[in-house]
């Protein structure tokens, strides 16, 4: 892959593993545009990168279509053609069975998988045009395999079908779309989703088991070299650790069982 001089979009690129990405683009000499929510966040984000490279932030509710497109301008506009995309911004967001409703969907659904979408269709049409480019979509793990968190789980899910379906659809136009599953990350998005109050956070007698199993996982810069190493072996699907592989067998395992029967 050719980094150094290239542009990458970022969302959620502020913070968490988005901003871990960036930094691990930015060593490489990739110039930057970073979306996120957090206003503050982008301004200490754009201050430690722009030592390294050329940065650019934006503002961005990746819910916000007609914002998506505008941003997307402007950073062509200042940096040039984005050859690569990271649909990172996400939630977790959180609802027992019997404390679902629609507005609880809606919100889980629409910054977790339309905000993807929302990505994709700002930029992949400018990509196929020019025969080159690279996706990456955050996932998890929780898009292979499931677990009680069906707010999370639906979205996630969603989110590894559709990179893995447009990955053979755009093969063709020399795009390439990895998605990235990731474990435990040590990282704020638990913190991050009470402050969004999207109404669909965790409760608070679940926040401090959540936040524990999240720092075990690696830190936000040790996930960047991950994710770059993936692109760089045009991998479809990039891990964070071991930890979803008995998970994986397991499901694999019974689903084969009872297609045999």
Known sequence: MRMKGSVAFITGGARG?????????????????????DEDALVRSATELERTTSVEVYRLDVRDREAFAEAARRAEQVLGPVEMLFNNA??????????????????????NLTGVINGIQTFLPRMIERGSGH????????????????????????????????RLNVARHGVEVSVLCPGPVDTG???????????????????????????????IDEVGEMVLAGMEKRSPWIFTGYDVRPHLEKRLAEMLDVLTR
């Open 17 to 37: 593993i988005g901003l871990g990405i960036a930094r691990s683009l930015a060593k490489r000499g990739v110039r930057l545009a970073l979306a996120d929510i």
């Open 135 to 166: 996706v990456v979509n955050t996932a998890s793990a929780a898009g292979l395999v499931t677990d009680p968190n069906v707010l999370y789980t639906t979205a996630k899910f969603a989110v590894v079908g559709l990179s893995e379906s447009l």
């Open 189 to 219: 998005i638990v913190r991050n989703t009470r402050a969004s109050n999207a109404g669909v956070a965790l409760r608070d007698d679940l926040v401090p088991a959540v936040e524990a199993f999240l720092r075990g996982g690696p830190g």
């Open 90 to 111: 996400g939630i977790v967001p959180h609802s027992t069975a019997e404390e679902l409703s629609y507005d609880k969907w809606d919100q889980a659904l629409a910054v």
